[in-house]
């Protein structure tokens, strides 16, 4: 399954095939099999923006387009060869969206919509962060949430001082169904206890908050 795949890399090592004759021919005759060089591709072509908080550019100049990706393989080899976010520096993010959504409040497909949001306690830097950060990832290219999937904009890892954050963006804040199911699909696969809320927040109120704290629109 793609599922499967996403989980165990893409480790394909020659391997002993049978003749006609029942013998187990050499492991390099295996190397000619297609499925050494067919990559395995995903539902969606995904982005990975890398946003790096240096205060003397603009917004817009700090976020820069990584890598896209459209298989299982591509995707490995991207993750394999990018820091992890435990070592990012603080006020840096990583946006995985899928291609042709910037990772912005006022991207016409995110404008409308809003995002689940975990933040995470200065503890969980070096004990869940980067684990999180890459089911999270392993969701959306999945397709983890079903139909819900399609609702799914992309992702965002915030690190920051104070605590650093994972949220999963949606399109359209009035999709209750699919949001909830997202959400609730999400919390089991984090392995997040059931006492411990987690949030969905429309970008709108986001954007024209007064006070620290957003509203949420839902929970789980």
Request: with cysteine; hydrophobic share 30%.
């Amino acid at each position: 399954t793609l599922f499967g795949w996403l989980v165990t890399g893409f480790s394909l090592g020659p391997r002993a095939t049978e003749n006609e004759e029942g013998r187990a021919d050499s492991p390099t005759a295996a190397v000619t099999s297609p499925e050494q060089y067919i990559k395995h591709p995903l539902q969606h072509r995904w982005a990975l923006w890398y946003f790096k908080n240096d205060k003397s550019k603009s917004w817009t100049e700090n976020l820069r387009l990584i890598s896209k990706f459209d298989t299982v393989e591509d995707f490995w080899a991207l993750y394999n060869h990018i820091q992890q976010p435990s070592k990012l520096g603080f006020g840096c993010d990583y946006c995985l969206f899928k291609d042709g959504i910037k990772p912005m409040w006022e991207d016409d497909r995110n404008k409308l919509g809003g995002r689940w949001l975990m933040t995470l306690s200065k503890q969980q830097r070096h004990n869940d962060l980067d684990r999180y950060w890459m089911e999270t990832l392993l969701c959306l290219i999945g397709e983890s949430f079903d139909e819900a999937s399609e609702d799914v904009c992309g992702a965002v890892v915030n690190v920051r001082p104070k605590g650093d954050k994972i949220s999963i963006w949606t399109g359209n804040c009035q999709n209750k169904d699919a949001i909830m199911t997202i959400g609730q699909q999400y919390k089991e696969r984090l392995s997040i206890p059931i006492k411990t809320l987690i949030g969905y927040q429309s970008h709108d109120d986001t954007s024209s908050k007064s006070g620290s704290t957003t509203k949420n629109m839902y929970s789980v």
